[in-house]
């Protein structure tokens, strides 16, 4: 199978014979627009441009360079999950900019220390500036992979990795809408992280794939207090333990050939985890109501794909079920009233399909689309939005340089 423009790119950058410092510029711009629809409302026209430029630097046989600048606009109605639930957002635009260096200590043994910063600005409603949203935010990252590449065993990598975010136009105001215990404090959503990860890529056998891994993480709110039981804060400062990890297995037949079309199909499907322990409670002041360790969750997510590659042609449909439970926070009905005994859980049923026809070997056509569904054990949706339809539509194009 040939390899896109830029993947093969950066591979030649990386990997040709020693000499002077080579540089590969490798540009990616995608454009695709369509419609947005959000059950119970009008649809709207909406779209997705994405930009990408990576120019490699090879400096030495050991040595690499890669910064990468990156952005990507998205006018679509989609759940995003920030502060502990899921909102629907309508507007989303993300600035990168994202410096790694890569060090061979051997062929087989990698070091990669990195740094980045990310704007993400989100609009909740049409006809709100990005710039006015309540949850934008940057985040500044910094950490080292180290990599052991292989030829069975392709790659295994652990990282450790540090990030602060900061919500620079939250005002405490808004307590109002997510629970008294966000009063505690001016800058209550900004937090920092400590996470490591380990993942793999394994080839069981000819055609397989295996990929897998596990992430932990640390967060620690230094300006949102703790909530007790009598509806004050003390002294003590969230903390939150999160954790995930996916593993997944798929397979890529040699194919077949019908005239000068070959065909060449694979498939897999994925599982994973999630969870999340924090030490922070709510309390809601209309009814009284305390709900101990209210942002504790676990869950998990499965699901199958398939991929056929024709010739020029590339079509791709997978489905993904999520799960989640919160066990400490009380399901509601519509008018908030607590449901004895009754937790919250949400279901997600998420489709997706894509198809790529590659006109040149820089410009590809594209048509992609998705449709989610999200229920909830809970009615009462004040705060976070639990249940909803959501779908969309796109074409457009593909360039790569």
């Known amino acids: ?35 947005s629809t959000m059950a119970g409302a009008a649809s709207n026209f909406g779209g997705n441009v994405f930009w990408s430029l990576t120019p490699a630097v090879r400096f030495s046989d050991r040595d690499s360079f890669i910064p990468t600048i990156a952005g990507q606009y998205r006018r679509t109605y989609e759940a995003r999950e920030v502060v502990g639930g899921s909102f629907l957002t309508h507007q989303a635009l993300d600035n990168m900019i994202h410096l790694k260096w890569v060090h061979a200590f051997t062929d087989s043994i990698l070091a990669k220390p990195y740094c980045a910063f990310k704007n993400e600005m989100l609009s909740e409603v049409a006809g709100e500036a990005l710039g006015q949203g309540l949850f934008n935010h940057h985040k500044v990252s910094g950490g080292i992979e180290f990599e052991r590449v292989g030829e069975r065993l392709r790659s295994l990598r652990n990282t450790i990795a540090f990030y602060a975010v900061r919500f620079y136009n939250f005002e405490s105001l808004a307590a109002q809408r997510f629970g008294s215990e966000i009063r505690g404090g001016r800058a209550v959503l900004d937090f920092n992280a400590l996470d490591y990860t380990l993942a793999l890529d394994w080839l069981p056998w000819e055609g397989g794939l295996l990929t897998g891994s596990v992430n932990g993480s640390y967060r620690v709110f230094p300006d949102q207090k703790v909530m007790t039981a009598a509806g004050i804060f003390i002294d003590d400062t969230r903390g939150d333990l999160a954790w995930s990890g996916d593993m997944g297995l798929q397979h890529r037949w040699r194919g ?18 999630s969870g999340l322990i924090s030490n922070q409670n709510h309390y809601d002041v209309g009814r009284l109501k305390f709900n101990p360790r209210y942002y504790d969750y676990h869950g998990f997510t499965a699901g199958p794909f398939v991929r056929l590659k024709a010739g020029r042609l590339e079509a791709s449909v ?15 009905e519509e008018n908030g009233a607590y449901r004895d005994g009754e937790a919250v859980n949400t279901n997600d049923h998420i489709w997706s399909y894509g198809v790529s026809l590659v006109l040149t070997e820089y410009l590809s056509l594209k048509v992609q689309g998705s449709e989610r569904v999200s229920s909830s054990s809970t009615r009462h949706e004040r705060t976070y939005r639990y249940n909803f339809q959501s779908r969309h539509y796109y074409a457009g194009f593909s360039f790569k340089l």
């Open 318 to 332: 997978s489905y993904d079920f999520e799960r989640r439970e919160y066990p400490r926070r009380r399901a509601q």
């Open 256 to 273: 077949w050939s019908l005239g000068k079309i070959s065909f060449e199909p694979s498939a897999g499907a994925h599982s994973g985890f």
């Open 1 to 35: 199978m040939r390899r896109p423009a830029v993947a093969a790119a950066l591979l030649w950058a990386l990997s040709s014979p020693a000499g002077a410092a080579e540089f590969v510029p490798l540009l990616r711009v995608d454009v695709l627009g369509g419609r």
